[in-house]
């Protein structure tokens, strides 16, 4: 399925959030939730566990959400998702967007059954997982997709000593209808990739590295530029997973050609949670990702 590219010019200047949220100075979340409401349109309800997302658009009658929002418990955001749709099937009215949108926390560990559960019984919504690799909204405490060597308020010494899951993998080896990932500081990439899951029918799975000034120990201002450097440090990668098959998109794409990456350090030093960090363990990361490109580069190319 091809969807035109959206720009600046042509993005729709419809707004489907008041202007005046609770969100951080900085914060992804809020760029995202914008952009993608304006992909998915007013014909939408969107289910939503404890997160960040429920502070950043508060609650009724003061919420900064113009669409239907359903405030569910952490563990069950994919199953009231599925729910809601079904609710909706009886109604004859399935023209209406689905979508779960939880934290990683809300994703990766106390959700992560549910989730699970909805993409084997390939219920029709849309699921997306903002990442900002932590806890954030309870006070900064590690969760499963919180990197190696993070500093957090339960890993304050030397930082976390697990490495992070790959959730857009692991959801992936469930054959849903589309994985994708995405990143707050490309929001016009998410707005085309929520367009084009949309149009799919089935479970559709979108993760974004959304980068939290507060958590990550940095300055509000650098929150687009720090996104950008987990690009082009190939850290994080954009792409899209259709019928099995993975494809590179916007500036990851672009890195398949180049011979050398940003230095992963580059990354690291812009965010104080990395500030225990170890130089073995930067040269071990390093090492890991040009691996890992040198290999996309002989298969992808």
Request: net charge positive; aromatic share 6%.
């Amino acid at each position: 399925m091809t969807i035109k590219k959206t720009t600046a010019i042509n993005l729709t200047a419809e707004e489907f959030v008041h202007p005046g949220n609770r969100a951080c100075s900085g914060c992804g979340l809020s760029l995202l939730y914008r952009i993608g409401l304006k992909a998915l349109g007013r014909d939408t309800i969107t289910v939503i566990p404890p997160s960040c997302l429920t502070v950043t658009q508060g609650l009724f009658p003061i919420a900064s959400t113009q669409v239907p929002s359903l405030n569910v418990v952490f563990a069950s955001t994919a199953a009231a998702a599925a729910g809601v749709r079904a609710a909706l099937k009886v109604q004859n009215k399935e023209h209406i967007n689905v979508v779960a949108w939880a934290g990683d926390g809300g994703t990766s560990d106390i959700g992560i059954q549910a989730l699970s559960a909805a993409i084997e019984r390939g219920d029709d919504f849309l699921y997306i997982c903002y990442d900002n690799e932590a806890y954030m909204n309870t006070g900064i405490q590690r969760s499963g997709t919180t990197p190696m060597g993070t500093i957090t308020t339960t890993t304050p010494v030397l930082g976390k000593q697990q490495r992070s899951k790959d959730i857009p993998a692991i959801v992936a080896a469930h054959n849903p209808s589309y994985v994708a990932s995405c990143s707050a500081s490309y929001p016009l990439d998410f707005h085309d990739k929520i367009k084009k899951a949309i149009g799919i029918k089935g479970l559709k799975y979108i993760h974004i590295h959304c980068p939290c000034p507060s958590g990550w120990g940095m300055e509000e201002r650098l929150s687009i530029k720090v996104g950008k450097l987990a690009i082009s440090t190939g850290l994080y990668e954009l792409y899209e997973i259709e019928d099995g098959k993975k494809t590179f998109s916007g500036p990851s794409a672009k890195l398949l050609k180049q011979k050398k990456l940003t230095p992963v350090s580059d990354y690291l030093k812009t965010q104080s949670r990395f500030r225990s960090i170890s130089g073995d363990l930067i040269d071990q990361m390093q090492e890991e990702i040009d691996a890992r490109w040198e290999n996309y580069r002989a298969v992808m190319q």
